[in-house]
Structures are given as structure tokens and as C-alpha cells.
């Protein structure tokens, strides 16, 4: 990595906040504004979906592609280039009259968010160490926990008050003021020491896998899960994986390097971290049951959200302090049964409505409580237990898992919502959708318990 005298400072951790929330604010609050733009736009449920879905897809896809190049390029270098096409993505959407430019602006979206995330984390790493790193990584979980947490109520209330276009202006201007504050930070680049060649080949295979097994959970149950065109989806997926794995082992210039995974604590923190955003179909799940099953409104369903908002913002510090004092294993563990819990009770359908919200108000809560002691925890443990020369491409991996997880964690719950609904109701529908989520993380929690140290993150929590 390349040395340097400057340290990191607030000015650098708000521009880097201000970057991440371009992607996990702005352009995740498409999730409660859906009825807005189809009226708006004339697009089908279904296109919009699939546009809704791509961002965090395509983030996922090149994600480990944009860590690599942020290594070799320069971290700065593709933060603003990330920026940028934030500018440009969101141009996209203020401008769309139809689908084109609503898929155009969301594919974009979704390429500046690979570039942001793993370049900023890594940015990170090389400007602060020690406590002050854990305390630039517990705001960058701010932007990213808090930017999820609060899209709901950002995209309804927007959305109701000034029109869905606006927040992708609002967008924009968080995308230049990030660019200004971070034009004066040093270039951070890692050693070359190898080939520094691109993995074109893992990544055409990469996309086709994903693209492939996304398609295959989205547009399983319309296409028929025994139709040609489905058992194709699937066969590809799986031969996909199954090559991915064979040919990238050991390339020297890997897509993805499988060494990383030896590491315990960095492989239980990237399991988990997908695990748990994966959970976000809690979200789609919670969301369209009350509109649907309750009579709520978007605005209203996005209100219930608003305890996840305060509790997540809240927690991510106490989750760095509570690092620093005890290791990172322990509020890893507690955050993530806090998470099961919360979005435990929200399946909780029989009961009348005003309890029921009462419930689900409390579950959202509980659900922010928990992700916010796991946040900067989980970070901590993934950026410390990557080498300096690849910080980058663990980043990288580390974020893919958070984009791929929430990309696919939204697909599942929301097909299992829709099969289940036509069969069986709304409400059965919804604790079968949360059930869902309850599972993603109890797995989550069994590979913390078994994958990262007690003593992770002590020695740097001084």
C-alpha cells in the first residue's frame, strides 16, 4: 500500500458517508415508492420489479471487480468514478419518461455502488488505524445500516410530497458534495506484485450464474418451476457455480481469491454479513402485507419503520464501543439473535390489527437494535483480517456479500410472499415470507458462533 503522512480525517468520513448513502438511501428508497412510479412511468409491476431489483444485482456482479481495480487504479480514483456515475444514474431516472432510461439509470446505479463500497472501505483501512478506524467504520455502517433502514419512510414521504423524482436529485446533490469533500485526500493504491491482468473470463461466468439464478427465483413461479425455460435457469446456475469455482481456484488473477476464505474470521463475517442482508426481505415482506392485508398506505407502511431508523443509528456506536471493550464475536452474536427476534414477531399475522402494528412497530425496532450492534463489528473483523495488498478485492467480496445478499434475500421473500398469497391469503403468506428471513439469520448466527474467534477484533480494541 502506498505510504503516507496523512491521517484520516471527519472531513474524509463525511464525504465517504455521503457517497455511501447515495447508493444505500437514495437509490433503495425505489423499494416504497413503486405505485409512484408505475403511475408516473406507464411500466408494468413486473418491469418495475426487475428494475427495482437490478441495482443491488448488478452491485453484487461487479462489486469484487470494482475492489480489484480500486488495489491496482487507485481507492480515490474509483470513489469518484463510482460518484460520478451516481450523477449519471440518477440523471437517468429524474429524466425517465418510460422503462429504458428506468432500467438504463438503475443498471448504473448499481455500478456505482460496486465502485463505492469496497474503495471507501478500503480507503478507510489505509487512513486510520486502530480505534479511529473503528470509529470511521461505525459511520460508514451509519450510511450504509441507517441509508437502508431509513429508504422506506425517505421514499414514501418524498414520494408523497414533492414526487419520486426528487429523491434521485437529492441523489445527485449528496454525490457532488461527496466529491468535494474527499478531492483533497491522497491517492491510496496497493503494491504490485503480481500479474495485473483482469479476470475477463470469471467475470463473463460470474454474471451469468447470477443472472441466471436471479432470473430463476424471480420469474420461477410465472414461467412454472417444471417449464424448460426454469430447469434451463437453474442448470446454468448451478454449472455456472460449480466452473466459477474450479477455474478461479488458484488463477493468479482471480475474480474472486479463494484464499481469503482460509481466513476463519474474515469467512464467518462474509457469511453472516450476506445472511443478514439478506434479511432486507423483510422489508418487501412487511411492507406490501400491511398495504395489502391491512389497508395500509405506503407513507404509513414506511412509519413503521421509523424505530429500525432511530435504534440502528443509535446502536452502530454502542456496537463499535461494546468492540473495543469485550472483541467483536460477542456483539456479532448478540446483534444477530436480537435481528432473529425482531423479525421473528413480525409473522406474527393472526393477531388484530392495532396489536398487530403494535408488533410489527416494536419488531422493526428490535430488527435495528440487532444490525446495529453487528454492524461495525462484522466490518471490523473483515477489513482486519485482510491482507494490506488486498484490502480492496476483501472489500470488494465483503460488500458483494451485502448486495447479492439483499439482492436475493428481497427475491426470495417476495416469491415466497406471492406463492404462498395465491394459495393461501395474504396473511399466510406473510409469516411464510418471514419465516424466510427467520431462517437466513439463525444460519447466520450458527456460522458466527462456529467461524469467528472469541478473541477477534481484541487486539486492536485497545
Same mark, same amino acid.
Given at each position: ?11 474524509? +468520513? ?12 437514495? &437509490?433503495? &428508497? ?139 436529485? $437529492?441523489?445527485? +446533490? ?41 432470473? $430463476? ?13 426454469? +430447469? ?9 457455480? $460449480?466452473?466459477? +469455482? ?128 453487528? &454492524? ?24 458483494? &456479500? ?61
Amino acid at each position: 500500500m502506498m505510504t503516507t503522512a496523512y491521517k484520516g480525517t471527519n472531513k474524509l +468520513i463525511t464525504g465517504i458517508v455521503f457517497g455511501v448513502l447515495t447508493f444505500w438511501l437514495f &437509490a433503495q &428508497a425505489m423499494v416504497n415508492v413503486i405505485p409512484a412510479v408505475q403511475s408516473d412511468l406507464g411500466v408494468s409491476s413486473s418491469t418495475l420489479n426487475i428494475a427495482i431489483s437490478l441495482t443491488a444485482l448488478f452491485s453484487g456482479i461487479f462489486i469484487v471487480a470494482a475492489g480489484g481495480l480500486a488495489d491496482k487504479l487507485g481507492r480515490k480514483k474509483l470513489t469518484n468514478i463510482g460518484l460520478i456515475l451516481s450523477i449519471i444514474g440518477s440523471l437517468c431516472l429524474v429524466f425517465a419518461t418510460g422503462s429504458f432510461l428506468l432500467i438504463v439509470g438503475r443498471i448504473i446505479q448499481g455500478i456505482s455502488a460496486a465502485c463505492i463500497m469496497p474503495a471507501t472501505i478500503a480507503l478507510m483501512k489505509a487512513y486510520f488505524e486502530g480505534a479511529e478506524r473503528q470509529r470511521a467504520l461505525s459511520y460508514w455502517s451509519i450510511g450504509s445500516w441507517g441509508g437502508s433502514g431509513v429508504c422506506s419512510l425517505f421514499g414514501g414521504a418524498v414520494a408523497t410530497y414533492l414526487g419520486w423524482k426528487w429523491i434521485f436529485i $437529492f441523489s445527485i +446533490i449528496f454525490a457532488v458534495l461527496a466529491l468535494w469533500l474527499i478531492k483533497d485526500t491522497p491517492e491510496s493504491k496497493a503494491k504490485q506484485t503480481g500479474s495485473s491482468k483482469f479476470d475477463v473470463s470469471g467475470l463473463i461466468v460470474f454474471i451469468i450464474t447470477m443472472l441466471a439464478l436471479n432470473i $430463476f427465483i424471480t420469474q420461477g413461479d410465472k414461467l412454472g418451476w417444471t417449464n424448460w425455460v426454469t +430447469i434451463v435457469l437453474i442448470a446454468v446456475a448451478v454449472v455456472g457455480a $460449480f466452473a466459477f +469455482i474450479k477455474v478461479e481456484n488458484g488463477k493468479e488473477n482471480a475474480l474472486i481469491d479463494f484464499k481469503l476464505f482460509k481466513n476463519m474470521p474474515y469467512t464467518g463475517a462474509t457469511i453472516s454479513n450476506f445472511l443478514l442482508n439478506a434479511v432486507a426481505g423483510t422489508l418487501v415482506v412487511a411492507n406490501t402485507y400491511v398495504q395489502e392485508g391491512r389497508g395500509f398506505t405506503s407513507f404509513q407502511s414506511g412509519m413503521l419503520s421509523i424505530g429500525y431508523l432511530i435504534v440502528v443509528l443509535s446502536m452502530i456506536r454502542v456496537g463499535e464501543k461494546i468492540l473495543q471493550k469485550v472483541g467483536a464475536k460477542k456483539p456479532m452474536v448478540w446483534g444477530t439473535i436480537f435481528t432473529l427476534v425482531g423479525v421473528g414477531v413480525m409473522g406474527l399475522t393472526f393477531l388484530p390489527d392495532l396489536a398487530y402494528t403494535v408488533v410489527v412497530f416494536i419488531g422493526f425496532a428490535v430488527f435495528g437494535f440487532g444490525l446495529g450492534i453487528y &454492524a461495525t463489528p462484522s466490518t471490523d473483523t473483515a477489513v482486519s483480517n485482510a491482507p494490506d495488498e488486498k484490502i480492496g478485492a476483501a472489500s470488494g467480496i465483503y460488500k458483494m &456479500a451485502s448486495s447479492l445478499g439483499g439482492a436475493f434475500g428481497v427475491a426470495i421473500s417476495a416469491t415466497v410472499y406471492a406463492v404462498i398469497s395465491e394459495n393461501s391469503g395474504v396473511h399466510a403468506a406473510a409469516s411464510g415470507g418471514i419465516i424466510a428471513n427467520v431462517i437466513f439469520a439463525a444460519i447466520a448466527l450458527i456460522s458466527i458462533i462456529f467461524l469467528v474467534p472469541n478473541n477477534a477484533g481484541k487486539s486492536v480494541a485497545k
